[in-house]
């Protein structure tokens, strides 16, 4: 054992000695530092501006070549254009990005400008162009044939108002009052939802038979459930003033919620629409229908405990690290996402380290020595692995140093929350954060092991670091078209779990996964995989490395 030891301290001198490796590991420490930094930058409402302004250009262009001809056939699409225009314009003055909540009231002002000129142009068209020319560029209401002149100046008048409250809203940027038009638009769909309900229910009692009637009452129940419980999202919002800022937890967890509901309020698919829908590329060809249900299923259970846990967030004021780019715990999370430069450190060192010995001829001067050869080939696999490890680490001190300096680290101790056994947790970020990092080190290991069997086995730095590195980056890619050709079996193999990022991270591939192919992927199956790969080709390496002559 202390020959080993001493082994390993001269290899680590050996690479110590050279500038490249303190190089590299100040790299992977730059990495670190960095992540947070460009993890909190904000979306800025200047990405945007470009594209609108040449938006509004090419609106101008097509406005004039529209004046240019003779007639009016074309101005219900002149009309189209303007009013375009005339919302852009509103966006680029008040500086708007696409990720403002108010792009929702700019697509509402647009909806009511394009039915106030619809109106206009229908009761002034006399034999210039149909109804259906104008309805082709802009709105018109349906029943507009029976509106007389009086009903259409109401319409008009009640277009202009709301056009108007949109438009102030948006320059003012008065958050409340826009929830306050999102809870009044919801709740009136509820309204309406309930009356067609209650006459699908009348249908039903007089024909209790009707199968189709039926399925109708059971479709308009389950829409009125999700637009009561879009008004519960927006009355909540509206109650606990809450705004719709990026990095308002509360506003993210509320977003969350809302987005969810379409996918928790829609129905499981029957055979013969499933058989459809995987005709259609929609699932996997290999899925079988029982898999679906599953995984289904299992998605339904998934979206109710993440409901779970924001509301608990919500209601206990306790914010989700992945709900703000402003968070220490979010930025650090991120190094589960940032495995590539340790896996590059891990795969130089470990693919040039006996490869190396080789081509320089050492290897003979270091076999002479009176050492058994397993010794030393442990030595340099050691080596190897923490130089590749070491390098991880630095990235993670990097990381939440420059975290907590940025962002304070007072938000390490704002616990994270998680659903087990039916009830919502709280622990603490790095009691979540160190057991990932771990399944990540398993990952690099087994990546770095077998660079070391290639470089000790091959004798060929350029195979050694190629393989891995091409497996590494490749397996994502090779997972995903291995599913979609219906090879399931893929997901039991190393190629599913080399990168890590998807298991420890909640990024939405393991869903997208499940959902295609019924395939469910499981961290403690793959670590165990990885690590009796690894010690497989570290013995079969060390097996050819023991037997090897020299001279060769």
């Not at 009691?431 to 000790?456: D, N, Q």
Request: proline share 2%.
């Amino acid at each position: 054992m202390k020959k080993t030891a001493s082994l390993i301290k001269n290899e680590f001198i050996k690479e110590f000695g050279k500038k490249s490796t303190a190089v590299i590991l100040l790299l992977a420490l730059a990495v670190g530092i960095m992540l947070p930094i460009l993890s909190s930058r904000n979306h800025a409402a200047d990405d945007d501006r470009s594209y609108l302004e040449s938006q509004i250009s090419w609106n101008d262009q097509s406005i004039a070549e529209i004046k240019q001809e003779s007639g009016s056939k074309r101005l219900p699409e002149q009309r189209f254009y303007e009013i375009d225009n005339q919302v852009l314009q509103l966006q680029v003055d008040e500086n708007i990005s696409y990720s403002d909540y108010r792009t929702n009231l700019l697509d509402y002002y647009r909806s009511a400008l394009l039915e106030m000129a619809g109106l206009q142009l229908y009761r002034e068209r006399g034999e210039h162009y149909s109804l259906s020319d104008i309805a082709s560029y802009l709105t018109v209401p349906d029943g507009i044939e029976e509106m007389d002149a009086a009903a259409i100046d109401q319409r008009l008048a009640q277009l202009k108002t709301q056009a108007e409250r949109y438009r102030q809203v948006v320059a003012q940027n008065s958050y409340g009052t826009y929830t306050q038009i999102m809870l009044e638009a919801a709740t009136e769909q509820t309204n309406e939802l309930q009356k067609q309900v209650d006459a699908q229910q009348k249908l039903v009692q007089a024909d209790a038979q009707d199968l189709a009637v039926a399925e109708a009452l059971s479709s308009l129940k389950t829409q009125l459930a999700q637009q009561t419980e879009l008004v519960k999202l927006y009355q909540y919002r509206l109650d606990h003033d809450i705004g719709y800022g990026e990095d308002d937890y509360k506003n993210n967890a509320l977003q969350e919620l809302q987005e969810q509901l379409g996918e928790r309020y829609a129905p499981m698919l029957d055979e013969g629409d499933f058989i459809e829908a995987q005709k259609g590329g929609q699932f996997g060809r290999n899925m079988t229908y029982a898999q679906y249900q599953e995984s289904y299923q299992d998605r339904q259970k998934a979206l109710t405990e993440r409901s779970a846990v924001l509301w608990h967030s919500l209601e206990n004021n306790i914010p989700l690290f992945e709900s703000s780019n402003k968070d220490p715990r979010s930025a650090a999370e991120g190094l589960l996402g940032s495995v590539a430069i340790a896996v590059i450190v891990v795969v130089v060192f470990a693919g040039s380290s006996v490869s190396r010995e080789f081509s320089s001829g050492s290897i003979r001067l270091l076999l002479t020595r009176p050492v058994r050869r397993y010794k030393v080939y442990t030595a340099k696999w050691v080596t190897c692995m923490l130089l590749g490890l070491g390098s991880y680490l630095l990235m993670a001190i990097g990381t939440v140093v420059t975290a907590g300096i940025k962002l304070g680290f007072g938000g390490f101790g704002v616990p994270v929350l998680q659903y087990r056994d039916g009830a919502v947790e709280q622990m603490g970020f790095f009691s979540y954060l160190l057991p990932r990092m771990g399944y990540v080190c398993i990952a690099i290991i087994f990546i770095g092991t077998i660079a070391f069997f290639f470089s000790a086995v091959a004798k060929n730095t350029a195979l050694a670091v190629a393989l891995p590195t091409a497996g590494y980056f490749g397996s994502p890619l090779a997972l995903q078209l291995a599913i979609m050709f219906g090879f399931n079996w893929v997901a039991y193999t190393p190629i599913a779990y080399m990168d890590p990022s998807h298991l420890v991270r909640n990024d939405g591939f393991l869903e997208q996964l499940r959902e295609m192919s019924g395939v469910t992927l499981s961290a403690g199956y793959g670590a165990a995989m990885l690590l009796g790969i690894a010690a497989l080709f570290f013995a079969a390496g060390m097996w050819v490395f023991c037997r090897r002559d020299i001279t060769n």
